[in-house]
Nanobody, 122 residues
Framework: EVQLVESGGGLVQAGGSLRLSCAASGFTFDDYAIGWFRQAPGKEREGVSC??????STYYADSVKGRFTISNAKNTVYLQMNSLKPEDTAVYYCAAIIGPFMNLESYEYDYWGQGTQVTVSS
């Protein structure tokens, strides 16, 4: 059974940093990608970043490019978030898409974690 468990959320002041973790287990697939998404109250879910399991290639949404960094180590995917802004406040989810895909279309992702709250105060 595939499981994704996020951690690392919290409250931080604008300009600060947080590192989110996504612990993945139960994967029996050779090729997949892990993505980070976020959803703020009253807004649609937004893709933030993703990383490929096969070659480590990454992709970022324009809104976080240069501030967020995605990486992986063993069975954990990290999202390092620097220079945080109040508009980054949201519930952050990690998700997995099975196959040779790299995109931030949430409807294409197969497995989801439960989410972790990130709140950035001004």
């Amino acid at each position: 059974e595939v499981q994704l468990v996020e951690s690392g959320g919290g409250l931080v002041q604008a300009g600060g940093s947080l590192r989110l973790s996504c612990a993945a287990s139960g994967f029996t697939f050779d090729d997949y990608a892990i993505g980070w998404f976020r959803q703020a109250p009253g807004k649609e879910r937004e893709g933030v970043s993703c990383i490929s399991s096969s070659d480590g290639s990454t992709y970022y949404a324009d809104s976080v490019k240069g501030r967020f960094t995605i990486s992986n180590a063993k069975n954990t995917v990290y999202l390092q978030m620097n220079s945080l802004k109040p508009e980054d406040t949201a519930v952050y989810y990690c998700a997995a898409i099975i196959g040779p895909f790299m995109n931030l279309e949430s409807y294409e992702y197969d497995y989801w974690g439960q989410g972790t709250q990130v709140t950035v105060s001004s």
